[in-house]
Structure formats: C-alpha cells, structure tokens
C-alpha cells in the first residue's frame, strides 16, 4: 500500500514551489490507489500561525488536492517526541551543546553545509562535570554524537527514485541538534518519527531536502524506524536557473486564486514542470502571472 505526505510549515503562504510537492504527492499516491495525508510542520511555535495552516488547505483545497485521514499536527505530539530524545540520550548518543550560532559561525574552520555553518564539535569533549555545572545555568541544545551513532548503525543505504541506491553520509552534516529548550525537537526528528507514526512508504518532497534524508536515515536506523523510499522532486527554476522562491516574487496560491487564475491551469503548469524538470519555469508560458 503507497502513503505518501505532504508536510508544509505553516510560516507563511503556500507558492508554487509547495504546490508542486504537494501535486507530485498527491498525484503518485492517486495514481498508485495510494493514500495521501497531510501533517502540518509546526513545531516552531515563535515562526508557525495557525491562519497559515488554514490558508494552506484552503489552498490545497481550491488546487483540487484532497487529503485522507486526520491531519496530524507537530504542535500536539511533543510527548512522542520526548520520548525520541530520552531514547537517543539513554544509548549515550547525545550531548549538551551551549555554542550560540554565532559561537559556531565564528569558529574558524566551520565548513558550511546546506543549513549554515557545519558545527565544529565544540562541546562534544566537555567532561562530565563541565556539563552538569553549565547545564544547571545555560541554555542549551541536544546534539546527536553522529560518529557514535554510526559506529552503532554501521552503513547505511537510502533508496532514492531519481538518484537510486544513495550511500548516507550523515557524518557531512555535523553533529545535528536533535532537542533543544524552547523548540523541543528538531525538525530532523519529528520527520523521522512522524514519518514511521503515519506509515509513510515514499517520501515526496524537494530536491532541497535530499541533503537531509542522511541525517534522518541515521535517526530511523538509531531508533529502529522503517526506512520509507524517497522521490525528490527538482526545484522550480526561473530563467535565470534560480530557484522560484516566495521573496522573489514567485506567486503564492493565494495570489493566484485572488487574481481568478483558474486552478486547473495551475495543475496543467505543475505537470508541464514535472515532465520536463530541467526546464526553467516561465509562468507565462503557461497563463499564469510571473509576478503578483
Ligand atoms: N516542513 C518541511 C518544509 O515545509 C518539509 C519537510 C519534509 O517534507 O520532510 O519545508
């Protein structure tokens, strides 16, 4: 049986760029006679809104996406996800990490990696005592020992349906932040446990978060998670081959809707843009307004 999820953040307004995560989801969970959910990513509570959710399946709504089951909300579910944490922290593969962004931002050798600066381990080699003298007064995070964690898992592999068998190479992202105070969980975590809680068999999302399903492989194989296959779709590209972001004006679906687009044009835009992925997007071409 496919399941398969669209899982937006609820920060601000849905653009094309989710649009055509959430059509590729939904139409290989229609065409398989599959079953496609909705689970809304909103473990940040200072950056989430519920009006955004909201407008969100309004959206989806008026694109003629229909979702199955409940929808399951990151906001309601920190027990499980505690839980994720202690069990990480019981097998010794968690340390307390005091470093701000800019204490890991100014260590010299911090190469970068798709989400900033790559962080250099500086807490890793506290003693024991260290941390329970600075944790009783400091803010922290908890982050995963991923050499640890490796030696433990040993190789890991991922099955990607563009980029077939993928070797995971968590150790390239660092030593993630798994829990922290005032989020509780990262998004890494959450992703992983929801993903096995809705038993999600393909992940469909964008090419921008194939750098971080080897973290998560890791996190599925540390807590003895199935392992879900992945298709990353490409990215939205403007002519200049620069992905369609919503600050550079690329349309929301709001915008759309507004102007009296009509949604099926949109979704005949999406299937153009997935049949031909290297292929810069240029709205137009397809009746929608570039700009809104
Ligand atoms: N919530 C994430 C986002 O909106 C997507 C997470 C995922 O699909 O794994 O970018």
Not at 1 to 10: I, Q
Not at 51 to 61: F, P, Q, V
Not at 144 to 149: E, N, R, S
Not at 264 to 280: E, G, Q, Y
């Amino acid at each position: 049986m496919y399941v398969t999820r669209f899982a937006p953040s609820p920060t601000g307004p849905l653009h094309l760029g989710n649009a055509l995560s959430a059509y590729t989801g939904w139409t290989r969970a229609r065409n398989n006679g599959g079953t496609f959910l909705l689970r809304i990513e909103d473990i940040d509570t200072s950056r989430c809104r519920p009006e955004h959710e909201a407008a969100a399946r309004a959206d989806l709504a008026w694109l003629g996406l229909d979702w199955d089951g409940t929808v399951l909300r990151q906001s309601e579910r920190g027990a499980v996800y505690a839980w994720a944490i202690a069990r990480l922290r019981v097998m010794g593969l968690e340390y307390p990490c005091f470093c701000s962004r800019a204490d890991i931002a100014a260590a010299a050798s911090a190469p970068h990696g798709p989400d900033g600066p790559i962080y250099p381990g500086t807490c890793r080699h506290l003693s024991d005592t260290e941390r329970s003298r600075r944790m009783a007064g400091e803010a922290f995070a908890w982050r995963l020992d991923v050499a640890a964690a490796l030696a433990i898992t040993g190789p890991l592999t991922w099955h990607d349906s563009e980029a077939g068998p993928v070797h995971a190479d968590p150790a390239a992202g660092g030593d993630v932040v798994v829990g922290r105070k005032a989020i509780g969980v990262s998004y890494h975590l959450a992703v992983v446990v929801d993903d096995a809680a809705q038993s999600v068999t393909e992940v469909v999302r964008g090419a921008d978060l194939f750098e971080a399903t080897h973290v998560q492989r890791l996190l599925q194989a540390l807590l003895g998670l199935p392992t879900p296959s992945y298709h990353h779709h490409p990215l939205l590209t403007d002519s200049e081959g620069r992905r369609l972001a919503k600050r550079d004006g690329a349309p929301t679906l709001a915008a759309l809707r507004a102007a009296g687009v009509d949604p099926a044009a949109v979704r005949s835009a999406l299937d153009a843009a997935r049949a031909a992925p290297a292929t810069p997007w240029r709205l137009g071409e397809f009746g929608l307004p570039s700009h809104l």
